[in-house]
């Protein structure tokens, strides 16, 4: 259903317009209609939200070369995945991945697994718990500012460092540069990094 929208784009829309016939049915059967995309640049390379409205309500998914960051919207109120999830008490319970995977569809299918302990707030809902947790992640943002975002996005660069060296490792080589790819603070990467890019590339040219 979204094809008409991504020609001449490159693969990572690809895998999205994929992912996302994942979870249409889920979201068509709860009011949410397909709005539009929108790509950007960013350090880490070219990116793509892609933005489902019901009346007052949005559900906002970016992608880069796998699912980045979910966001769920209710008027001028907005929760990100993890957060929403991990205040309704189901830390342990959700399944969407901060890591990458070589099954491209494997993290919707994990995000459609989310959904159901979001159903009755948000998708069926009236949103009450959203926007309660919109004003608590608004105030912790607001307590550590920006020095806690930095950590986070610094720890989560670390982690897709290693991860992209260890398929490396595995000669996964396609896997490791796109992954590679989604780092945003490029200056963590060392020149080992580098070269371990270097060889990805010309090995998947050969």
């Known amino acids: 259903m979204y094809s008409s929208n991504c020609k001449n784009t490159m693969q990572p829309l690809i895998d999205l317009v994929r992912g996302l016939d994942v979870i249409d049915d889920f979201l068509t059967q709860h009011g ?4 539009n995309y929108e790509n950007g640049l ?6 793509t939200v892609a933005t489902f409205k019901s009346g007052r309500k949005k559900f906002i998914l970016n992608y880069r070369s796998s699912i980045g960051q979910v ?20 830390a342990d319970k959700k399944k969407l991945p901060d890591f990458h995977s070589e099954d491209k569809l494997l993290a919707f299918t994990h995000l459609l697994h989310d959904f159901e302990f979001l159903t009755e707030d948000f998708f069926d809902g ?4 959203l926007t309660v ?17 930095e950590e986070y996005y610094l720890q989560l660069d ?3 460092i290693e991860e992209a060296r ?13 992954i590679f790819e989604t780092v945003e603070i490029r200056s963590l990467m060392n020149d080992l990094d580098k ?7 010309q090995h998947l040219i050969r």
């Open 32 to 35: 949410f209609e397909f709005e």
């Open 42 to 47: 960013g350090s880490g390379g070219q990116f």
């Open 71 to 90: 966001v769920y919207q209710y008027n001028d109120h907005t929760v990100c995945h993890d957060f929403y999830l991990d205040q309704l008490g189901l």
């Open 126 to 129: 009236e949103c009450q718990k």
């Open 133 to 149: 947790f919109s004003k608590l992640q608004d105030n912790v943002i607001s307590e550590y500012g920006g020095k806690a975002r």
């Open 158 to 160: 670390k982690n897709r």
């Open 166 to 178: 260890q398929k490396f490792k595995n000669k996964d080589f396609k896997g490791s540069i796109e």
């Open 195 to 201: 070269r371990l890019i270097n060889y990805c590339e």
